[in-house]
C-alpha cells in the first residue's frame, strides 16, 4: 500500500506542487511557534494575568464578539434580501452603496464618531449653539462597549450583506418562487424559507465579521475595551513580557481554530441543492406606496451612518489640517504604502496560482490539505501572527549568525527580524487566503477538461497553464489581487507590531496621530486609505457584475 502510494507521489510530483507544500509548511511555521509556546515556561507576570485580567480579556471579547456577530447579521440579510428580492426607488444605487463601509477601518471610524460625540464634537457644538439644547452627556457616549458594538455593526455589515445577496440572486429562485406562487406572506417567506436556505452563506459571512472582531485592535484600544487582542499587545510593549504574550495567542488561536472548524461543520449540514443544474434568477417584485418609502429610509439611514457622515466629517477635518499634515515627508509615506502593498498582492497571487494550479491538476489529500494550511492566516489575529513570525526570524537570524559574521555583518545582527521581509512574510501568511478563494473560484468554473485535451496533445503542465488556462482566469486573479489590496492597505495590527524603525504607512501614520490625541489630523491619511479602498470596491462591484451578466 505506502509503495503503492509513493509510486503515485512520484508520478505526479512536479514543480508546482513541490512549491505549494513547501509554501503550505513555511505558512504553518508561525502556527507551530505558537501552540508549542503554551507549554514553555510562563512569564513573571502571568500569574497577574491569570488572577486578575484573563476572565475580563474572555468575557469582553465573548460579548464584544456575539453582539457584532448578531446585529451584523441582521442587518446584513435584511438588506440583502431586500436588494436581491424587490424593486423600489434607488435600489441599485443602494445594492453599490452598501459594500462601501469596507473601504473604511472600523479604527478610522472609531476615532471619527469618537470625536464627533465627544462635547467639543460637531454633534454638541451644532446641539449646544445651534439649537440651544443641553442634552444628557450618556446619550453621546460612544467611547463604551455599546459604541464599539456600533462602529464594528455599521463597517462590517457588508461581508454578510455581500455573501447572502449572492446567494439569494443565483441559487433561491426556485424555493422563493414556489412559496409565492402557494401565497405565502412575504415575512413567512423571509423567515421559513430564507433564512433556512441561506444559512451557510449568513454562517461564511458571521465568521470573517468574527475573526475581524478579534483581529482588531484600534478600536478596542481606542474605546478602552480589553479584548484579548489588546491583552496581547499590552502584555508585549507595556510589560515586555514575550512569553506570557505568547501563553496568550495561543489561547486566543485555539479559540479561532474551534470557530473554524464550527463554522465548517455548520456550512457542510446545510447545503441545499436545486432540483436543476442552471436555476433561473430570483425575479424581484415591485415595491410602492409605504413598503418603497420604507426601504429607501432604511437603506439611506445605513449609508449614511456607515459611509456618508464619517468621509463628510474626515473631508471637514483633512480641510482644516491639510496645510499642516501635508508635509515633504508625506510624499514618501504614500510611496511607502502603495509600495508594500503591491510587493505583498505579487508575492499573495503568485502564491495562489500555483497553489490552486497544483490543487486542481491533481487533487489528492497532499494538495487539499497544502491548500488549506496556505488558507489558514486569514482566521488568525495579526497581534497573533506577529508573535509567530517574530519568533521564526529571530530563528532564522540565529541560524545564520555565522553566515552574518563571515559577510562582515557582526556577531549577534538581526538582519532579517524587523525588516521589509518580515512584514512581507506576514501579509503574505495573513492574506494568502482572499488570493487563494478568487483563483480557486476562477479555477473551479474553469474544469479540467481544457487541462485534459492540453496534456493529451502532449503539453507539459506549465506550457498548459501559460498558453490554455492564464488568459482564462484573468478575472479571478484580478479579483483577487483587488480584494488582496484593499486588506492589506487596511491592516494594522501587522504593519505596527512588525514594521522596521521609521517606516510608517498610512495606516500607522493615522493611528500615530490619533494615539497623540490628534484626531483631526488623522483625517487626511484616513481620506488616502478610503479613497483607495473606494477604487478596490468599485473594481470589484464591476468585476462582480460582469461575471453576474
Known amino acids: 500500500m505506502l509503495a503503492w502510494l509513493l509510486r503515485g507521489f512520484r508520478q505526479r510530483w512536479n514543480g508546482w506542487i513541490a512549491i505549494s507544500g513547501i509554501g503550505a509548511a513555511i505558512a504553518l511555521l508561525p502556527s507551530l511557534y505558537i501552540f508549542t509556546g503554551i507549554w514553555g515556561k510562563p512569564g513573571e507576570n502571568w500569574g497577574h494575568i491569570r488572577d486578575y485580567m484573563l476572565i475580563d480579556y474572555a468575557l469582553q471579547s465573548l460579548l464584544l464578539v456575539v453582539c457584532v456577530v448578531a446585529l451584523t447579521v441582521a442587518v446584513g440579510v435584511s438588506l440583502a434580501w431586500l436588494t436581491a428580492a424587490y424593486e423600489f426607488p434607488l435600489r441599485r444605487i443602494l445594492s453599490f452603496a452598501f459594500i462601501l463601509p469596507l473601504a473604511i477601518p472600523p479604527h478610522i471610524a472609531a476615532y471619527t464618531y469618537g470625536d464627533m460625540l465627544s462635547y467639543t464634537g460637531t454633534v454638541q457644538r451644532l446641539l449646544r449653539n445651534g439649537l440651544g439644547l443641553k442634552l444628557n452627556q450618556a446619550y453621546f457616549d460612544v467611547m463604551s462597549m455599546q459604541g464599539a458594538v456600533f462602529i464594528f455593526t455599521m463597517f462590517l455589515f457588508p461581508y454578510v450583506y455581500l455573501m447572502a445577496k449572492s446567494f439569494l440572486e443565483r441559487h433561491s429562485a426556485s424555493y422563493i418562487e414556489n412559496a409565492r406562487l402557494l401565497g405565502q406572506h412575504p415575512l413567512y417567506i423571509f423567515v421559513r ?182 488558507s489558514m492566516g486569514y482566521s488568525m489575529p495579526g497581534a497573533v501572527l506577529s508573535i509567530g513570525v517574530l519568533a521564526v526570524f529571530l530563528s532564522l537570524d540565529h541560524s545564520l549568525a555565522g553566515i552574518y559574521e563571515w559577510l562582515g555583518l557582526g556577531a549577534g545582527r538581526l538582519v532579517l527580524s524587523m525588516s521589509i521581509a518580515m512584514l512581507l512574510f506576514a501579509y503574505v501568511v495573513r492574506f494568502l487566503s482572499v488570493g487563494f478563494n478568487a483563483v480557486d473560484a476562477g479555477r473551479e468554473k474553469l474544469g479540467t477538461r481544457l487541462s485534459e485535451a492540453s496534456r493529451m496533445l502532449g503539453y507539459s503542465m506549465t506550457r498548459t497553464f501559460f498558453k490554455a488556462e492564464l488568459p482564462l482566469l484573468r478575472g479571478a486573479l484580478l479579483t483577487g489581487a483587488i480584494l488582496s489590496f484593499m486588506e492589506v492597505v487596511k491592516e494594522l495590527p501587522l504593519t505596527l507590531l512588525l514594521r522596521p524603525f521609521n517606516f510608517n504607512t498610512l495606516s500607522t501614520k493615522a493611528y500615530q496621530y490619533a494615539s497623540d490625541e490628534q484626531i483631526h489630523y488623522a483625517a487626511l491619511p484616513s481620506l488616502l486609505i478610503i479613497a483607495l479602498g473606494i477604487i478596490s470596491v468599485s473594481l470589484f462591484h464591476l468585476l462582480g457584475r460582469r461575471g453576474h451578466e
Not at 212 to 219: A, I, P, Q, S, T
Not at 261 to 274: D, G, V
Not at 343 to 354: D, E, K, S
Open 193 to 374: 424559507v430564507v433564512l433556512p436556505i441561506s444559512q451557510g452563506a449568513i454562517v461564511g459571512g458571521a465568521s470573517l465579521v468574527a475573526f475581524e472582531v478579534l483581529n482588531d485592535y484600534g478600536v478596542s484600544k481606542h474605546f478602552g475595551i480589553q479584548t484579548f487582542t489588546v491583552g496581547i499587545f499590552k502584555t508585549w510593549f507595556g510589560m515586555y513580557d514575550i512569553e506570557s504574550a505568547i501563553r496568550l495567542a495561543a489561547m486566543l488561536m485555539s479559540v479561532i481554530v474551534g470557530l473554524f472548524i464550527l463554522e465548517r461543520l455548520l456550512r457542510r449540514r446545510k447545503r441545499y441543492h436545486a432540483a436543476a443544474n442552471r436555476s433561473a434568477p430570483l425575479q424581484r417584485r415591485k415595491l410602492t406606496g409605504f413598503p418603497a418609502v420604507a426601504a429607501v429610509l432604511f437603506g439611506s439611514v445605513v449609508v449614511l451612518a456607515s459611509f456618508v457622515i464619517p468621509v463628510a466629517q474626515l473631508t471637514a477635518w483633512a480641510v482644516w489640517t491639510y496645510a499642516d499634515v501635508w508635509n515633504d515627508s508625506f510624499p514618501e509615506l504614500i510611496g511607502n504604502t502603495l509600495a508594500i502593498c503591491l510587493a505583498a498582492v505579487l508575492l499573495i497571487m503568485l502564491i495562489a496560482v500555483i497553489a490552486a494550479n497544483a490543487l486542481h491538476t491533481w487533487r489528492s489529500g497532499f494538495t487539499l490539505v497544502a491548500s488549506k494550511l496556505l
